[in-house]
């Protein structure tokens, strides 16, 4: 009998497991689609197959599994659960191997991930909180992050936060100007693999400049 009961548990968990997975599809293939306003509980619903109701059931409102959508494509939120290791794993180099590693990674993901790159342009296209919300927490995640920073440029010429974001602002326009028109930037297509690949050796080559000259020493590059 024990066993039967936990059978049952274990399937209606699959179950629910499943229709939240086809919920957050669909509410990305709407969003891709149509945009954002298009997003209302019956079209999911109705395209998804499912009851309404267990859109509130699941995630409580339609804003909530949005939300939930926005969380599994955004490169960021993806380094959440691991964060605390990530920094202890970068005390070694005062965070320089990390925020190489983590503008290389970003460019590949953003590059290669189309659902990304709809969300960005979403983001700086219509003001709304959701949008604001996924900013703020990876605001949340980098100011965790730059604590590794902070004693190596402490005292420096060097703001690594604003080297910082200029990279990954770099990052997310020279991909969405290439994916958009495909035209060339700076004389360089990132469509093509060699010339990413020079993007790639030079994003961690500005790291290392800045790590070089950030503590007015001029050592902690080498």
Known sequence: MKKRKRNKAEAKTRDRKATEEKLIRTT????????????????????AGVDRNLIYRYFGDVAELFKRYLFGQDFWMGYQNNLDDMIESGRHD?????AKNLLVSQLKYFSENSQMQELIHWEISES????????????????EMFVLTEKHFDGGDVNFRAVQMILIAGVYYMVLHAKTNGSTFCGLDINNKDQFAIVEKTL?????????FGNGSQSGGK
């Open 28 to 47: 990305g293939d709407l969003f891709r689609k149509n945009g954002y306003q298009s997003l209302k509980t019956a079209l999911i619903a109705r395209e």
């Open 94 to 98: 005062d965070g320089k191997s990390l």
């Open 128 to 143: 709304n909180q959701i949008g604001r919300g996924i900013s703020d927490e990876r605001e949340r995640m980098g100011e």
């Open 204 to 212: 961690q080559q500005m790291v290392d400049w800045a790590y070089y």
